[in-house]
């Protein structure tokens, strides 16, 4: 059975950069998707954007576009996930998720079905 | 705000049945398969539901799913003091071409 495991928790200063990475244990991405998910302290789920590793095509949701920047490395099974401009209200988990994806559109419309155990990201000065 | 909506809070006794919420769009919900997902604290989420209503092996019957039209429900029957967690529904919004979730609803078992 596949197992995401994530990097460590980090801290950061305000308007640096972070990079967490999801390794797929046990197994590839081989025909799925890997998505980053992030819960900020008392909010809900939020969708950053997802990757389909053997394309290498990503596709971010609005609220971070220019801000994040998700790549994969087909050879280690590893997906990354890079924040930039880092504020305050970036402090969060960062979770990364499989799904499978629409092969006709590549949209990542399927459900997260394993997930990694999580990166918590403080961002303070 | 969330773009599909849930209620922040449920509550009920133990045995007693619990039915949450989600609410969305013509462009989300009323076009897609919903999922659903339990999160416990200091724990990832786990996939309860996908497809409206297909429970992934080992998801107890206990818990059961569905949809109608730009709604959605997950409903938990024989409710347990381990069902206390924070329950959350997603789908694909083609508007938005991503998926989005609900705001989390936060299950109390009392």
């Known amino acids: 059975q596949v197992q995401l495991v994530q990097s460590g928790a980090e801290v950061k200063k305000p308007g640096s950069s972070v990079k967490v990475s999801c390794k797929a244990s046990?197994?590839?991405?081989?025909?799925?998707?890997a998505s980053w998910v992030r819960q900020a302290p008392g909010q809900g789920l939020e969708w950053m954007g997802g990757?389909?590793?053997?394309?290498?095509?990503?596709n971010y949701a609005q609220k971070f576009q220019g801000r994040v920047t998700i790549t994969a490395d087909e050879s280690t099974s590893t997906a990354y996930m890079e924040l930039s401009s880092l504020r305050s209200e970036d402090t969060a988990v960062y979770y990364c998720?499989?799904?499978?994806?629409?092969?006709?559109?590549?949209?990542?419309?399927?459900?997260?079905?394993?997930w990694g155990q999580g990166t918590v990201v403080t961002v303070s000065s | 705000q969330s773009v599909l909506t849930q209620p922040p809070s449920a509550s009920g006794t133990p045995g007693q049945r619990v039915t949450i919420s989600c609410s969305g769009s013509?462009?989300?919900?009323?076009?897609?398969?919903v999922y659903w997902y339990q999160k416990l604290p200091g724990t990832a989420p786990k996939l309860l539901f996908y497809?409206?209503?297909q429970r992934p092996s080992g998801v107890p019957d206990r818990f059961s799913g569905s949809k109608s039209g730009t709604s959605a429900s997950l409903a938990i029957s024989g409710l347990r003091s381990e069902d206390e967690a924070e329950y959350y529904c997603?789908?694909?919004?083609?508007?938005?071409?991503?998926?989005?979730f609900g705001g989390g609803t936060k299950l109390a078992v009392l």
């Open positions: 998720a499989r799904t499978r994806y629409d092969i006709l559109t590549n949209y990542l419309n399927d459900a997260f079905d394993i």
């Open positions: 046990g197994g590839t991405f081989s025909s799925y998707a």
């Open positions: 990757i389909i590793p053997i394309f290498g095509t990503a």
């Open positions: 013509t462009s989300n919900i009323g076009s897609n398969y």
């Open positions: 497809r409206n209503y």
């Open positions: 997603e789908t694909w919004d083609d508007s938005l071409s991503g998926p989005v």
